[in-house]
């Protein structure tokens, strides 16, 4: 069985293709100008943190001002544990050396042209939602599709300095579908749909991205950028890129953990079992694929 940490991890290459380079490249534009409008160092908050590859990716595409920090804050508390014990390696593999101390990592990278780049890092276990502090920046990677959305972002306005920044990448937006295709597709697609909507005990919405342009302007935002980032796991001669199979692993555990919820009279427990079923036996096979559908959104206060 998959582990939420591994799955987390997993997903990392997953979305380094899906992220939308122009609306990360408008999140870069708006850091810089956070630095050079004398924030030193630039804060970051990160909700939903999970185990830390958005500030790996931040490092490694050197997408980071000089001088940041960086709070990371997540809600499992196994998850930020896997943060703390990969993120050093990560960053290390970004060229950073890196510091760790009990309740912070230090990072550290002097480039070729002689400027000295710092992320101070602290990583914590907590609700993102209700945490004080004055941030440049407000990341939501992957995380606004599992709450209630108009109060979450009004939430996030109190965390946020003037003229900050709210960088939501990988907002679910309603399609989520495998090669190659099985007669039940369009049924399970529209009931684990629903399952997001109406029935699982989590909040949430099966298109919060598009509903995330609505309502950030309504809550006193502006929308910079937003574009697709589509998810595309598939395999190349029967084999996945590293770890990627875990994506596919934990998403029809999710599924089938959803259509669970639903009585015999809306879907039959073992047409259920048997499209599952089927699924794996291509994933073990190298035969299956995903697409699913995100936006990226960037919005400033």
Not at 11 to 27: G, I, P
Not at 178 to 199: A, C, G, K
Not at 267 to 284: F, G, K, M, N, S
């Amino acid at each position: 069985m998959t582990t939420f940490p591994e799955f987390l991890t997993a997903k990392r290459t997953v979305e380094d293709r899906a992220l939308n380079r122009r609306v990360w490249e408008q999140f870069g534009t708006q850091l810089e100008k956070q630095a050079a409008g004398d924030r030193d160092p630039v804060r970051i908050v990160e909700i939903g943190a999970g185990t830390g590859s958005m500030i790996a990716r931040l490092a490694d595409w050197e997408a980071l001002p000089p001088t940041v920090s960086y709070r990371a804050v997540d809600l499992d508390a196994d998850t930020v544990d896997s943060a703390r014990k990969q993120l050093p390696e990560w960053l290390r593999d970004a060229g950073y050396t890196v510091d760790e101390q009990p309740d912070r990592l230090r990072a550290h990278r002097t480039d070729s042209d002689a400027t000295d780049r710092t992320i101070e890092i602290t990583l914590e276990v907590g609700d993102g939602f209700a945490i004080d502090d004055e941030a440049d920046a407000v990341i939501a990677a992957a995380v606004l599709d599992l709450v209630e959305l108009e109060p979450a972002v009004d939430e996030l306005k109190w965390l946020l300095n003037d003229g900050g920044v709210l960088y939501a990448p990988i907002t679910f937006n309603g399609h989520s579908s495998f090669i190659p295709r099985d007669p039940l597709d369009n049924r399970i697609e529209r009931l684990y749909h629903r399952h997001m909507d109406e029935i699982r005990d989590q909040p949430g919405s099966s298109r919060a991205g598009q509903q995330l342009l609505k309502v950030l302007p309504a809550a006193g935002y502006t929308v910079l950028e937003a574009g697709g980032a589509d998810w595309i796991v598939r395999p190349t001669d029967g084999t996945y890129p590293t770890g990627e199979s875990t994506v596919l692993e934990h998403l029809l555990a999710t599924i089938d953990g959803a259509l669970a919820d639903y009585p015999a009279d809306v879907i039959d427990p073992e047409t259920r079992t048997d499209w599952v079923e089927r699924r794996r036996e291509q994933l073990a096979r190298g035969e299956l694929t995903l697409v699913a559908h995100h936006l990226d959104v960037l919005a400033r206060l």
